[in-house]
């Protein structure tokens, strides 16, 4: 088995970060920490948010950045930053926003998001003058440490709609 490589993200693989990303938000959210999202608000969301069209027209927004961790030509992970667009009142979209950080079932423990991370602030912080925000699902306890450990603070909350469901996240900063 090869190392997984990370690369910048490209129109082809709009289809595959599709399924991936649809897949990780189960895994992670609704077979993981088992929120019960009605069927009707997940279904809608999960078409909406993962399909190869949105992620297209996602790839190629102004400010935004992607990369994905690809090993033998199958996507194991893959990272989002863009113009921030938490709701914060110190927020501002010139501001950068990690959007989503998401690893594979079959890739957890291999680094990878911690690898996507460094190459996601890296990035974020040649491309703002401004702090970094992260929005956080609060009871991912995980993550939040693993942002803590790079400086992120909770700076606030927000709900985040999944359909007509609102998930309480935190907004992290790092100044």
């Given at each position: 088995?090869t190392e997984?490589?990370i690369?910048?993200a490209?129109l ?11 897949q ?17 608000d ?5 078409d909406a ?9 996602k ?26 667009t938490?709701?914060?009142?110190d927020?501002?979209p ?18 990878l998001g911690t690898k996507?991370?460094?190459v ?9 003058d401004g ?7 609060s ?25 007509s469901?609102?998930?309480d ?7």
């Amino acid at each position: 088995m090869t190392e997984a490589l990370i690369r910048p993200a490209d129109l082809d693989d709009a289809a595959a970060l599709a399924v991936i990303g649809r897949q990780t938000f189960i895994d992670t959210f609704v077979t993981g920490f088992g929120i019960p999202y009605p069927e009707a608000d997940l279904t809608a969301f999960l078409d909406a948010s993962f399909n190869p069209e949105a992620i297209g027209r996602k790839l190629q927004e102004p400010g935004a950045a992607w990369w994905v961790a690809e090993r033998d030509g199958e996507l194991l992970a893959f990272a989002n930053t863009g113009p921030n667009t938490l709701p914060h009142p110190d927020g501002r979209p010139g501001h950068a926003e990690l959007r989503r950080l998401y690893v594979s079932k079959a890739a957890q423990g291999l680094g990878l998001g911690t690898k996507l991370l460094a190459v996601s602030l890296e990035w974020m912080e040649a491309n703002t003058d401004g702090p970094l925000w992260i929005g956080v699902w609060s009871g991912n306890l995980k993550a939040q440490k693993l942002y803590a450990a790079y400086g992120f603070e909770k700076a606030g909350e927000y709900q985040y709609p999944v359909g007509s469901w609102m998930d309480d996240e935190f907004i992290l900063r790092r100044d």
